[in-house]
Nanobody, 124 residues
Framework: QVQLVESGGGSVQAGGSLRLSCAASGGTFRSYAMGWFRQAPGKEREFVSAIGWSGGATYYADSVKGRFTISRDNAKNTVYLEMNRLRPEDTAVYYC?????????????????WGQGTQVTVSS
């Protein structure tokens, strides 16, 4: 059973930065595609970013492109989401997810394992 634990969330003013981390255990991390999703109050969960097994392929939602960067360290079984120039509309619970398929996937149903989420709050 794969376990994912997010950390790094918090409160920040608009224009600020945060770095989220997701530590994986119990599986073969280096073979999984990884993704970040978020869910704001009263809204559906939405795709944020994804990365393939090697880190060579990445994909971003248009709303975060140019501001967020996804990366992974397979030696540490960890995936990161660097978030810069944060906006109030980025406020949400951010979830890390793992897919047993190695390629980049952006559909939540294609992910097999999920973390518990970490809150990000951006004030104006």
């Amino acid at each position: 059973q794969v376990q994912l634990v997010e950390s790094g969330g918090g409160s920040v003013q608009a224009g600020g930065s945060l770095r989220l981390s997701c530590a994986a255990s119990g599986g073969t991390f280096r073979s999984y595609a990884m993704g970040w999703f978020r869910q704001a109050p009263g809204k559906e969960r939405e795709f944020v970013s994804a990365i393939g097994w090697s880190g060579g392929a990445t994909y971003y939602a248009d709303s975060v492109k140019g501001r967020f960067t996804i990366s992974r360290d397979n030696a540490k079984n960890t995936v990161y989401l660097e978030m810069n120039r944060l906006r109030p509309e980025d406020t949400a619970v951010y979830y890390c997810a793992a897919s047993v398929t190695s390629r980049v996937v952006i559909i939540s149903a294609q992910y097999d394992y999920w973390g518990q989420g970490t809150q990000v709050t951006v004030s104006s």
